[in-house]
């Protein structure tokens, strides 16, 4: 067995019909986070709010090394007004949160969905308007604690997203 480097790995590249909205994540290292999972998952697009750290941001730098030029990225200042937009441009808004409607991630059939929009709520208070959203999953946890930190939820959610749409016939091949 011999370990590899980067530079022995060829990543089979897919872009997936999936944008992520942060929700006033206030964390540097949670904005940079998002970037890299989002790039290696084949995220199309990020919405951060405008009171997240910016792109300029030291630390979101460095935690996102340079995944912020492989990913389309906008900021918004209205939340409800960005998730109509994305629902007038067909998304189902899916927000990672526990409500009491919120379906099992590995139950949720994702490949019902022709373009997704995952919703992250913020740290403190979750998502601003649950009401917006058309659907809610959630992440089966077995210890005491009833949440974890906003972007592992998110690799937890993308990774099922994508191992659903992966075999998916109209998917498109490739990037772009």
Known sequence: M??????????????????IVCDAIRTPENIGMCF??????GVQKIYFHESSPSTENRI???????????IDHEVYSNFNEII????????????????DKSIDIQDF???????????L??????????????????????GRNSSMNVIHSLAITLYEVTNQLKAHPNLPKGKG
């Not at 890299?36 to 998952?41: A, M, Q, V």
């Not at 935690?63 to 030029?69: D, E, L, P, Q, V």
């Not at 709520?121 to 077995?142: F, K, Q």
């Open 2 to 19: 011999e370990q590899l480097t980067h530079y022995n790995i060829v990543n089979n590249q897919k872009q997936f019909p999936i944008t």
């Open 36 to 41: 890299r999972i989002s790039e290696s998952f």
């Open 60 to 70: 979101v730098k460095k935690t996102a090394r340079n995944t912020i030029n492989q």
């Open 84 to 99: 109509h937009q994305l629902k007038a441009e067909g998304n189902t808004i899916i927000g990672i949160e526990i409500t």
């Open 109 to 119: 059939n994702f490949k019902n969905h022709e373009k997704i929009v995952l919703l």
């Open 121 to 142: 709520g913020s740290e403190r208070n979750g998502i601003e308007n649950i009401h917006l959203v058309d659907e809610t999953v959630a992440i089966p946890m077995y």
